[in-house]
């Protein structure tokens, strides 16, 4: 029986839609269009019966003609279970779906790659690894999305094992690889090296994580990761497996204690754990100083503040200069792997991928311009060719 709403339930939802975000997403952000036309009976028996049989018995026949005849080639499923979204947590699969679709909407916009949002009941590693593998055949690559740490690391690890699609986590790799490319230039931009450069890192989450290996395997001189109980150091009890070998890697000067012990002196700050930084922290860092302060939609100290001491501030925000945002990243990579069909995505893609991003700023650099705009047409284009050229350097495209 049909539900009729309640004149209550329908003042609600009139006064949802004052709000311009929500009337943007009345109805969703998404659609299905065909690409090819169905004018008359002629169409129709070559874009349905009797005239798709004859492409299913040859797929049938040859497995791989699936990524010529079908869309496979060019979708992307945006995989998540809702654990760990944006900055609101663990909100649900539904609660996620807006998410996913904007995800969705970013893809098409800046790469023309089409992309499924699928939000999953489970939060299981293994069932989310089962699930992701039963639905892997009806597409060319899985990004998977807002998954909370430490399971992501292993679903990540456990898909990529058994997958031969490109599997990326976006939460940890897209926003490596835009703080890799920001912060080579804004080493230049201060006239030092990768490796003179010391780091502290706010955040032990899948993004805290991920940026502080892709930094240190980038050449950075040290970095101290801070989690909610202090800086991760060998001997400190209660640390995951993950964060045990962070700090078999990281903070070779053997600091503990708090995230400001461990500014002091410090050239670089990256924060990515909603948490706040005092001024007095940020003001005790090294001079010419490089604050990435990127929780959304709260920095971990207000760019206004950080630019008072700070040569080079950035933020996740796009109200402010610098910003940090996957997007530059996460379209070009998906569509680069896809265009040579690779089977994965390397570290040595990752790493062409920030290098190509940095370059976009050439001689636009200042301190206001370490990383180009997600608008900047030239974005997409270089990470695109880098990553493309990087899978046939690596041996995984097929193309």
């Known amino acids: 029986m049909a539900v009729t709403p309640s004149s209550a339930s329908l003042e609600a939802l009139q006064s949802l839609d004052l709000d311009p975000a929500f009337a943007l997403h009345r109805g969703g952000k998404?659609?299905?269009?065909?690409?090819?036309?169905?004018?008359?009976?002629?169409?129709?028996?070559?874009?349905?019966?009797?005239?798709?049989?004859?492409?299913?018995?040859?797929?049938?026949?040859?497995?791989?003609?699936?990524?010529?005849?079908?869309?496979?080639?060019?979708?992307?499923?945006?995989?998540?279970?809702?654990?760990?979204?944006?900055?609101?947590?663990?909100?649900?699969?539904?609660?996620?779906?807006?998410?996913?679709?904007?995800?969705?909407?970013?893809?098409?916009?800046?790469?023309?790659?089409?992309?499924?949002?699928?939000?999953?009941?489970?939060?299981?590693?293994?069932?989310?690894?089962?699930?992701?593998v039963r639905l892997a055949p009806s597409f060319g690559g899985i990004n998977l999305e807002d998954i909370s740490a430490p399971r992501c690391f292993e679903v990540e690890a456990r898909l990529r094992e058994i997958l031969d699609i490109p599997v990326f986590h976006d939460d940890q790799h897209g926003t490596a690889i835009v703080t890799l490319a920001a912060l080579r230039n804004a080493a230049r931009l201060t006239g030092r090296s990768l490796g003179e450069l010391r780091v502290v890192v706010a955040g032990a989450g899948?993004?805290?994580?991920?940026?502080?290996?892709f930094l240190l395997d980038a050449g950075v001189g040290d970095i101290a990761v801070a989690d909610s109980k202090g800086l991760i150091h060998e001997g400190r009890d209660g640390l995951n497996p993950v964060k045990q070998v962070l700090a078999r890697d990281s903070n070779r000067a053997g600091l503990s204690g708090s995230i400001e012990r461990a500014l002091a002196g410090a050239d670089v700050f990256v924060g990515l754990s909603g948490s706040t930084v005092s001024e007095e922290a940020i003001a005790s860092m090294a001079p010419d100083s490089i604050v990435f302060a990127l929780s959304n939609p709260t920095p971990e100290v207000r760019p206004e503040i950080a630019r008072k001491y700070a040569r080079v501030v950035a933020t996740g925000r796009s109200d402010f200069p610098n910003q940090i945002n996957n997007v530059l990243a996460f379209p070009g990579v998906f569509r680069g792997a896809m265009d040579v069909r690779a089977t994965t995505i390397t570290e040595n893609m990752k790493v062409a991928a920030a290098e190509a991003l940095a370059a976009v700023v050439g001689d636009d650099l200042s301190a206001d311009c370490v990383i180009p705009s997600p608008f900047d047409e030239r974005v997409a284009p270089a990470v695109i060719a880098a990553v493309s050229a990087q899978a046939r350097a690596d041996g995984v495209a097929r193309l």
């Open 30 to 132: 998404l659609e299905i269009r065909s690409t090819v036309p169905v004018r008359d009976a002629g169409d129709l028996a070559l874009a349905y019966t009797p005239g798709v049989a004859r492409v299913c018995s040859a797929i049938a026949d040859a497995p791989e003609l699936a990524k010529d005849y079908t869309w496979i080639s060019n979708v992307v499923a945006v995989v998540s279970d809702g654990t760990a979204v944006l900055g609101l947590g663990d909100i649900g699969p539904a609660a996620a779906m807006p998410v996913m679709e904007g995800k969705a909407l970013l893809f098409k916009q800046f790469a023309g790659v089409d992309a499924v949002p699928i939000c999953l009941d489970c939060t299981g590693v293994d069932e989310l690894v089962e699930t992701v």
């Open 206 to 213: 899948a993004s805290g994580i991920a940026v502080s290996r």
